[in-house]
Structures are given as C-alpha cells and as structure tokens.
C-alpha cells in the first residue's frame, strides 16, 4: 500500500495557511519562520529599511585562527635540545610531535637554563 505524506505549512503569527517559510537573522541568532504571503511581505518591508542600511555579514564570524605552529626561535631551541639529546630532526619543516613532547617534558631543558617556550609563564 502506497502512503503519501502532505506538510502543510501554518502561518506561525496568525495559523492561516502558511505559503514560505522566512529566514532572517538579528543579534548573531539566525530564525526562521512560517509566514503566509501577505505577512511575509509585511516583515520584508518592516525589514527593508534596516537592511538597506545594513551591511552584509559572514553567516558565521570568522574563527580566530590557532597558531600551530612554534615561533622560529623556539623550534631553534627545540632541534639544539633534541640533537644535544640524540634525536634525529631536520634543519627545516615541522618537528615530529614526539619530540616536542620530549622536549615539554625533559628536564635538559631545564637544567641548561633554556626555559620551555610551551610553557604557560614562559619559564
């Protein structure tokens, strides 16, 4: 046996039939809602003279980008510390993650008077 499934959209002002559903945003809090055509079209011109005033935004803020990266005098100190302590690291690109957390954790660093970039107080 067949089924067929009708949505029927209601007006969510007034609970006539609803013909679209709106989206709209305000306060960095997107909304939408079920509006017949007659008060679709009231909510766009109490709108309009905003939006010709406003300017278009990003759906979403953009993010803050995290550094992932050490800054270059800190990998210096890292691939000193890991060659002085039998690693093997390249002179460029990334250091493996191991030896960063050697490095964090190692008291070598400590003990030469080198402080741990990573460290929250910079000591």
Known sequence: MAQKTIVELIDDLDGTEAE???FFGIDGQLYEI???KKNAD???KTLGRYKESARKANAKP???STRTSSPREDT???R???KD???TVNERGRIPQSIV???RSGTSAKQSGVGDPFAANGS
């Open 20 to 22: 679209e559903t709106v």
């Open 34 to 36: 079920d509006l017949s």
């Open 42 to 44: 009231k909510l766009r």
């Open 62 to 64: 953009a993010k803050k």
């Open 76 to 78: 210096v100190q890292i």
């Open 80 to 82: 000193k510390w890991a």
């Open 85 to 87: 302590n039998g690693y």
């Open 101 to 103: 957390d050697a490095y």
